[in-house]
């Protein structure tokens, strides 16, 4: 099991990015009823992520595990790109995919700053390597203290096609970074191939 996702960084030295509200969360713990996704694909990686509700529109790039356990981030020299966690799902395949990017930088804003203004609903796009598109619709957004991360939620293996976008949150203090994570939850509705 992959270990809570620490993506400290500089902070933009000006705004906190957006917060989830709390109606966004998980109710009473439980993210949604299961047998609500598409139907699984074959394994692809991830090429691109779309989320148009926020003006998402990035490459993606495999990420692993750092030395400590934790999941990596992609470099953050490139603020515009996301990362797959390359050892586990894929996006659209039956299980939990797991996909990381840096909420800011200290040049500014970066791939995921704008996560906490997602609501239930919204969608998310995951261009693959095999010429599909596999969509994805929001079920909840929270965000998690370091000392209270939910490791088995977030990475544990669904029974069906889900996704977890992971980034930074809970408020951020200088010297010490973001005190937590933010993670959303979705789940697959479909896919398309292109022409």
Not at 145 to 165: E, H, I, K, S
Request: some cysteine.
């Amino acid at each position: 099991m992959v270990v809570g996702a620490w993506l400290v960084q500089d902070g933009t030295g000006g705004s906190e990015p957006p917060a989830p509200s709390p109606a966004e969360a998980p109710s009473g713990g439980a993210v949604r009823p299961a047998g609500l996704s598409g139907t699984p694909m074959a394994a692809a990686a991830p090429v691109r992520i779309s989320i148009p509700a926020i003006g998402v529109d990035a490459p993606v790039t495999a990420v692993a595990l750092d030395g400590e356990g934790h999941l990596a981030t992609p470099p953050d020299s490139e603020r515009n790109l996301a990362g797959w966690y390359h050892q586990g799902v894929s996006p659209g395949q039956r299980g939990t995919a797991l996909m990381t990017g840096h909420v800011d930088t200290a040049r500014g804003p970066a791939v995921f700053y704008g996560l906490g203004a997602l609501h239930r609903g919204d969608r998310i796009d995951v261009a693959r390597a095999d010429r599909t598109t596999a969509w994805f619709v929001v079920d909840a957004v929270d965000v998690y203290d370091r000392t209270a991360f939910p490791d088995r939620q977030v990475y544990g293996q669904a029974p069906d096609p889900q996704l977890r976008l992971i980034t930074c949150g809970g408020g951020y203090t200088k010297g010490q970074g973001y005190r937590g994570n933010l993670v959303v939850y979705a789940h697959l509705t479909g896919h398309r191939r292109a022409a």
